[in-house]
């Protein structure tokens, strides 16, 4: 009976490596798993979105040396006569650094109501077949929302500035405030700047409603089923 009984105590251990060969098989494992490491990146394609391309245009160009147009550009939007938050916003803009819809749809999931909710959520623009995405120039210029709010500014500044043809249609006007396009008065500029911003903060403020208030139709939705089921 006893020599039927067996346990794993009873097994002669196995053999101990020396520390040399415990080295060499760290080694070794690590060596394949950084030669796994290169495969996989010899066999990544071209990325799906180009860091380096202009946010506005989508093409990549050589900065210019020789243009310093974009410096009065930064001095403007930092102004000391602006609030803090309009020279952080124009800094953002400035560095097509506002959270909108085209910048959002690369960090959700491949959800369809996620995916949804990065497209323009304006009455109008949801009404069309396709839904335009929310991209930096829709949400400031392209939208009916925003055009129509540039087309009552063009009229406020011909009563400030007399004879000005404001281009409202022009981003490099209205997003990147380039003097070479378009500029108004010198006596007028600190003004410009400052009216710009805040029809350009107040637009983002009402995309960013509308966007939440979309991601909380489908609970307000639950909760009124819920109060119904109840009652």
Not at 49 to 68: F, I, K, M, R
Not at 147 to 173: E, T
Request: hydrophobic share 40%; aromatic share 6%; net charge positive.
């Amino acid at each position: 009976q006893m020599a039927a009984y067996h346990a794993p105590w009873m097994d002669p251990s196995p053999p101990r490596l020396v520390p040399q060969q415990r080295a060499a098989n760290t080694a070794a494992v690590v060596t394949q798993q950084r030669q796994q490491q290169q495969d996989s990146q010899q066999r990544i394609g071209e990325p799906a979105h180009n860091d380096l391309a202009d946010p506005l245009t989508g093409q990549t160009t050589e900065v210019s040396l020789t243009g310093y147009e974009w410096r009065a550009a930064y001095r403007r939007a930092n102004h000391k006569q602006l609030p803090r938050r309009l020279k952080v916003f124009g800094w953002r803009l400035l560095h097509a650094g506002t959270k909108v819809g085209a910048r959002r749809m690369f960090a959700v999931s491949r959800d369809p109501a996620a995916l949804a909710a990065c497209a323009c959520q304006q009455p109008m623009c949801q009404q069309q077949p396709v839904p335009p995405l929310s991209t930096i120039s829709h949400v400031f210029l392209e939208c009916p929302v925003a055009a129509a709010a540039w087309q009552w500014m063009r009229g406020v500044w011909q009563r400030v500035q007399p004879g000005a043809i404001l281009s409202i249609a022009d981003s490099r006007v209205i997003l990147l405030d380039d003097s070479r396009v378009w500029a108004p008065a010198a006596d007028k500029s600190s003004m410009w700047t400052l009216m710009r911003l805040l029809l350009l903060e107040s637009l983002y403020d009402a995309a960013v409603v509308r966007h939440h208030q979309q991601q909380q139709q489908p609970l307000l939705q639950q909760q009124q089923q819920q109060q119904q089921q109840q009652q």
